[in-house]
């Protein structure tokens, strides 16, 4: 099952953006209040109207958030942790998704696009000629 699963991911790209709150390191279920509240902050937000882009700039604890809004542009298989891959993927189109956490934080995704994969490309150019 995930083998189709992955394939059928391949075939198309979806573009969405996320909120990470992290979580430290080796920490204990006490300690994840204060972030779960503000991922849950994010969400409540979002979810009442406030951009999306907005709120990733002022609560994302991703360090790229304050110049993307939290946009992590296109990406199929393979290029996100599984489980976020997978609530991406599940999250409708235009939707955010609830509250998850993975070995980062806690997060929140909204798919914002999708299409059919352009395939992966690879390109190699020789610079011998350049060298003489």
Known sequence: NLVKEAYERTRTEIRASHILVKLPRNYKPKDTILPFSKILEARNRVVAGEPFNKVARELSEDPSAKNNGGDLGYFSAFNMLYDFEDI?????????????????????????????????????????????
């Not at 998704?97 to 070995?103: A, D, E, H, L």
């Open 88 to 132: 991406a993927y599940k999250t409708p189109l235009g939707d955010v998704s609830q509250i998850f956490k993975t070995r980062f934080g806690y997060h929140i995704v909204k798919k914002t696009a999708s299409r059919t994969s352009k395939g992966q490309r690879q390109v190699a150019r020789s610079f011998s000629n350049c060298l003489s």
